[in-house]
């Protein structure tokens, strides 16, 4: 623990622009939860739990992420998910927050919009003095286009409460072509756009993500590093690409924080933000990830306040 430096981070006003929501939820809320709503867990309790948050790579973690999932069943569950979040976020120096969340993996249970889009507004609105938040929808990737054009579908009544589309989950085999009409139709519709690209995927998918789905920002992005033609071309854009270091080390992208690309990416002059991804899978929330990189590679205070600027400016309203 470095208390001077986790203050400093907290004092820099930043923006999280990559968080899952379903990836917020700590186990000791999962317990709850199950027991409330009677939900059996495959594991007999928060320790046996966190020991199982050993993974090999992006699907290993998608396993666990999409079957716990399954405690989440009321307007309240999702309400006190959502204000747990914005409690750390609040207490990081979050001071803008736009924020995934997975319909299909809701919908698919029975769970409709109504139930979750309601739950997420009313601890949004609890906390809209401290913090401003938004909600991203995100389209899961391993499903066929007809069901995320269902899901566009279906989110109509609620699109004043939604900013823009992404896209997630299984990225290697699901390249952004297989998406290109649902993320028109979206745009078409005035939501702005995202998606996750070169996290597993090559960078193929990142130019795929540009070229086909029109995106602003680039979750991840960093296998951009393996084509120099892509880094010309985001550094002189300016592209956001929303860099994730203790996910990326969670989830074996990398093999350490210290040979992280956050460091290459800054020299290539890239537009990065940190991030935290699925903060209660990965432990930490992205005050931890400022950190965490700052120590392996050694960014300057400068340098994480210029970060923080940056997330701010990536962000897709002014606070
Ligand atoms: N990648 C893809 N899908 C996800 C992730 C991620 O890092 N986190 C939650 N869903
Ligand atoms: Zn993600």
């Not at 390249?175 to 078409?188: G, L, N």
């Not at 960014?299 to 923080?308: F, K, N, S, V």
């Amino acid at each position: 623990m470095d208390h001077r430096l986790d203050a400093f981070v907290a004092s820099l006003p930043k923006a999280e622009l990559h968080l899952h929501i379903e990836g917020t939820l700590e186990p000791e809320l999962m317990f709850r939860l199950a027991a409330r709503n009677q939900v059996a867990l495959p594991y007999p309790d928060v320790a046996a739990l966190r020991a199982a948050y050993q993974f090999t790579d992006l699907q290993s973690f998608l396993d666990i992420y999409y079957h716990s999932a399954a405690v989440l069943r009321t307007e309240d569950d999702f309400a006190e998910l959502m204000a747990a979040y914005l409690e750390k976020a609040i207490a990081q120096g979050v001071v803008r927050a736009e924020i995934f969340f997975d319909p299909q993996t809701h919908t698919a249970r029975g769970i409709p919009f109504a139930v979750f889009m309601e739950g997420f507004d009313r601890a949004r609105s609890r906390y809209a003095g401290q913090i401003s938040a938004d909600l991203i929808m995100c389209f899961l990737r391993h499903l066929p286009e007809a069901s995320a054009l269902a899901t566009l579908e279906a989110a109509g009544p609620y699109l004043d409460k939604i900013v823009g589309v992404g896209l997630d989950s299984s990225e290697v085999g699901h390249p952004p072509q297989e998406f290109a009409r649902v993320f028109a139709e979206a745009r078409a519709t005035g939501l702005r756009t995202v998606a996750h690209a070169g996290e597993e995927g090559p960078p193929e998918y990142i130019w795929g993500a540009l070229d086909v789905l029109g995106v602003e920002r680039v979750d991840h992005g960093v296998r951009c590093l393996e084509d120099g033609k892509l880094v010309a071309r985001l550094a002189t854009e300016q592209t956001p690409l929303t860099v994730c270091p203790m996910s990326n080390v969670r989830l074996k992208v990398v093999e350490t924080m210290a040979q992280h690309p956050l460091r290459q990416m800054l020299e290539a002059g890239l537009n990065v933000s940190i991030n935290s991804d699925d903060p209660a899978f990965f432990g930490g929330y992205i005050g931890d990830n400022y950190r965490e990189a700052a120590l392996a590679l050694q960014l300057t205070e400068e340098e994480l306040a210029a970060i923080a600027q940056r997330s701010l400016a990536q962000s897709f309203e002014t606070v």
